[in-house]
């Protein structure tokens, strides 16, 4: 079969994550940790889950020719996510590393009615992947290549992250645009014991444009504030501590090491983005950067998207939705300011489905909707210095 051109590649972490049903028990979650018993519980759920399904089925919704690069064994859990992938098109079968040896990545989720979610992950063919594994031939035409979760993959974080360099500076050799996700690790594993300043200072010499979410980015170059603001906040959610000026200073450090833009999601308060102020660094972006009639609008930018009023089911997958329509819009050669917009648009439209996938438009119903006046929640953060653009609906600096 001729496999076609891709416009965008996205690679990285995948598993299968499976969702028994489970009813209310009296005794809350020491039901379930009884030795011995038995516990009946429900038809169990499964779906894909991870960057290479939510951002790659999203950008292939959205109407991008799009392949899968991810690594699953040859086992019962890796031909459910080829055929769970099937669905949405043959094609994206296609990129899919499948291998002999390893096991499938899976994710037993244990969420019993009024108690927190319990995971118990196998991160299985994900740990070995490498660009090793990649048909350097499937890249061909395509002028994108994203990378999700390299701190749900081991070979991308071991080594001060040589293997993590090495796929990156690849893809960008290729002409490519270059774009990187993160995850947040478990704080007592290896990857969450990994230097990841180290690890970034060596990855992003070769990202165009980095989207982590902002609680992910304070923990992996400011460890110690992330302990203390955890502390002093007794919580983990530090998003409303993302002041604009934070925001600057962590994006700051990111354009110093050699990024194009990076762009911090940031939950419900929405979508951050500062691009470099070098006009050849924007040149370099490969493939994807912008037309000499959009270089202006691009460069040395600092905006915020709000995220638009939704009735939220479900925020599974919502970051990778966002990115998703930041990539869609940067492929479409859109200004900077629809881009955000398009971002923060596909992810809410995402939440309004419990799943990560379901709720994904078209990008003519996405671009309607953004048109018709999406009424949008107001700011709260602490954006001293900045305005809001009634016209342009995006805060600026």
Known sequence: MTQQAAEAVVAGHICLDII?????????????????????????????GGTVPNTGLALHLLGLKTRLMGKIGRDLFGSEILHALGRYGDELTEGMIVSPEEDTSY??????????????????????????????????????????????????????????ERLLATAKARGMTVSLDMAKPDPESPAGLADWRTILTRAIPHVDIFLP?????????????????SLECETEDLLPYASGTLLSSLAGELLDMGAAAVAFKLGEHGLYLRTTADPARLQSMGACSPT????????????????????????????DATIAGFLAALLKGMPVEDSLL????????????????????????????ISSGWPQLENRLDLTGWHYNERLKVWSK
């Open 213 to 229: 979410s902002f609680e992910e980015l304070l923990y992996m170059l400011r460890p110690e504030s992330y302990k203390q603001l």
């Open 292 to 319: 000499s009639d959009m270089a202006d609008n691009w460069l040395d930018r600092e905006l915020l998207a709000p995220c638009y009023k939704v009735s939220p089911v479900g925020t599974t997958g919502a970051g």
């Open 20 to 48: 028994p049903g489970i009813q209310e028990k009296k005794n809350g979650l020491g039901t379930f940790l009884v030795p011995g018993k038995l516990i009946e519980v429900g038809p169990a759920r499964a779906s894909t």
């Open 342 to 369: 398009s971002a923060v648009g596909t992810g809410a439209f995402s939440v309004e489905q419990a799943d990560a996938v379901s709720g994904i438009p078209s990008w003519t119903a996405l671009t309607e909707r």
């Open 107 to 164: 994710t037993l989720v244990i969420n019993p009615p009024n108690v927190d979610r319990i995971f118990l992950h196998c991160t299985g063919a994900n740990d070995t992947f490498t660009v090793d594994d990649i048909q350097q031939q499937l890249l061909e035409g395509a002028r994108l290549f994203h990378f999700g979760y390299p701190p749900l993959m081991r070979r991308m974080y071991e080594e001060d992250g040589k293997e993590l």
